[in-house]
């Protein structure tokens, strides 16, 4: 039956896996948070002293920053100059919360220094949100309409995108946990003993992003495999 593989067959493995990869990576992340989120940083600053001291040590004054609703929601906002942290960050003086509130900081810094791949990833997100509202239906419509290739093709071209955004995500989480780690390092906020600690959360935040540009890239090659094997 035309269209079949699209609502199952064997490739929906692939789905599965994806899905499997981002649930793990969701409770690893939460689960580390927490344990992390135990310890007390010596000095007994928050996650939002860290962040104005980072900030402010880095020449950004002008950054403000937030408290936000829910947990892990932390966020940088380039367009309004934002630093938004979590309750789950803001006001708690843990060494899990402060790495999480330095983890922005270095967004900030990437974008007061014209980070690269922070630049291509703003300049795609138009794009990007329309290929991740339309790509599906138009998929859907093509079947409907008896397996249009145009329709479908540009639906598969249009979730291609969500697959590049999620790929130049990556290196720009890496890069501002690695600013992270390397100002947490200096020892202005955290003694050498607290360091490893906050490693530990980062990089069980950076698997989350890992997680989903696997599950997405699984389900694009799932569209492929079911739709470029199709023959009139």
Request: proline residues 3%; hydrophobic residues 50%.
């Amino acid at each position: 039956m035309y269209g079949y593989g699209f609502f199952g067959g064997p490739t929906i493995i692939l789905v599965l896996i994806g899905m499997a990869l981002s649930m793990w990576a969701s409770w690893y992340v939460n689960h580390t948070f927490s344990r992390y989120n135990q310890y007390n940083s010596h000095r007994g600053i928050t996650g939002a002293d860290a962040a104005r001291y980072i900030l402010d040590k880095a020449g950004l004054q002008n950054i403000v920053i937030k408290q936000i609703s829910g947990k892990l929601t932390d966020n940088y906002n380039p367009g309004d100059k934002t630093l938004n942290l979590s309750e789950s960050t803001y006001g708690v003086a843990s060494v899990a919360a402060i790495g999480v509130a330095a983890h922005e900081c270095g967004h900030a810094i990437q974008d007061q220094k014209n980070y690269f791949p922070m630049r291509i990833r703003s300049a795609i997100v138009p794009a990007v949100n329309l290929g991740s509202s339309a790509s599906m239906p138009l998929i859907l419509l093509g079947i409907i309409l008896g397996m249009n290739k145009t329709l479908i093709m540009i639906g598969i071209w249009m979730f291609a995108l969500v697959v590049l955004f999620q790929v130049v995500t990556l290196p720009v989480e890496f890069n501002a946990s690695r600013r992270a780690v390397s100002i947490l390092a200096s020892g202005d906020l955290l003694d050498a003993d607290e360091v490893p600690m906050v490693k530990h959360v980062l990089v069980s935040a950076a698997l989350t992003y890992v997680a989903a540009a696997l599950s997405t890239a699984l389900q694009l090659l799932r569209l492929i495999l079911i739709f470029g094997n199709n023959r009139d």
